[in-house]
């Protein structure tokens, strides 16, 4: 018993200790990583799946938070998504339900921001995987379980056996991801809309909702994933004093 009390307070020491925070040119070197997988379209149809785990992730808690009962979740190859809740048709935990999906991946990854600010590199690495595990308990389709434990398993490779310059390469790549990567789906979405191809978008079932034009909300969700994308990389970026002085300054 004594070995296991002290294997968990390692543990535990290990997962809230802070870290040092990485050199400047990797940090920068992971947030150009992170913004070409956003932009290349053959990288981010991958990518784009981590989104979807997050968007999907945001509907299931905020349904659960709201009081309606969460029948499942489901992942396709296609990197959509979606989340079956029951409760009251309308009303506000519906309308909450439904804006969480597009808020939740800038919000993520300006949490994930805010805590490698703090130097908190292995905390966000597994309050990540312990986001996945509650999240793996809902899904109900073969691919989406799939993709939430190959996700999983490397966040759970890197901090398990990552040395602490992997550890805090790999978590900034993904809080870079995340703040870059949320507004492209707000742009896709509105690009359909305007196509008539998305009728049962969440900017439409919030536009019957409440009576607010969808328009109102594609432009809400793009401007919190600016301002994440903004307060982000102010968090993010390195402190001046660790970058290279030009001779004479």
């Known amino acids: 018993m ?20 990485p050199p400047w040119w990797l940090v920068i070197l992971v947030g150009l ?11 981010w149809r991958v990518a784009r799946n981590v989104v ?17 009962k969460l029948d499942g979740i489901k992942l396709h190859s296609d990197t959509s998504g979606v989340t079956v809740s029951r409760g009251k048709p309308h009303g506000p935990g519906m309308v909450f339900t439904a804006m969480a999906g597009y808020l939740t991946p800038p919000l993520l990854g300006l949490l994930f921001a805010a805590l490698l600010a703090g ?13 996945l595990l509650a999240m793996l308990v809902m899904i109900r389709n073969v691919y989406g379980v799939f993709s939430i434990l190959a996700v999983g398993a490397i966040i759970f490779g890197v901090s398990w056996l990552g040395g602490d310059r992997t550890q805090a ?4 790549l993904a809080a870079w991801f995340l703040l870059f990567a949320a507004a492209r789906p707000v742009i ?35 401007i919190v994933a600016l301002v994440a994308l903004g307060t982000g990389g102010v968090l993010l970026a390195p402190d001046t004093a660790s970058l290279p002085q030009a001779p004479g300054f």
């Open 2 to 21: 004594d070995v296991e009390q002290v294997s968990i307070s390692e543990l535990w020491d290990r997962v809230t200790s802070t870290q040092q925070t």
């Open 33 to 43: 990583i992170a913004l070409a997988a956003v932009a290349h379209g053959p990288t």
């Open 52 to 68: 979807t785990i997050a968007h999907e992730g945001g509907h299931a808690l905020i349904a659960l938070v709201t009081g309606r």
């Open 188 to 222: 896709e979405l509105q690009r359909m809309r305007a196509r008539r191809m998305a009728p049962t978008s969440d900017a439409d079932q919030l536009a019957h909702l409440t009576g607010v034009p969808g328009l109102a909300w594609v432009s809400l969700f793009g």
């Open 119 to 131: 130097g908190r590199i292995t905390l966000m690495l597994w309050f990540s995987l312990a986001l």
């Open 169 to 172: 390469g790999f978590a900034y």
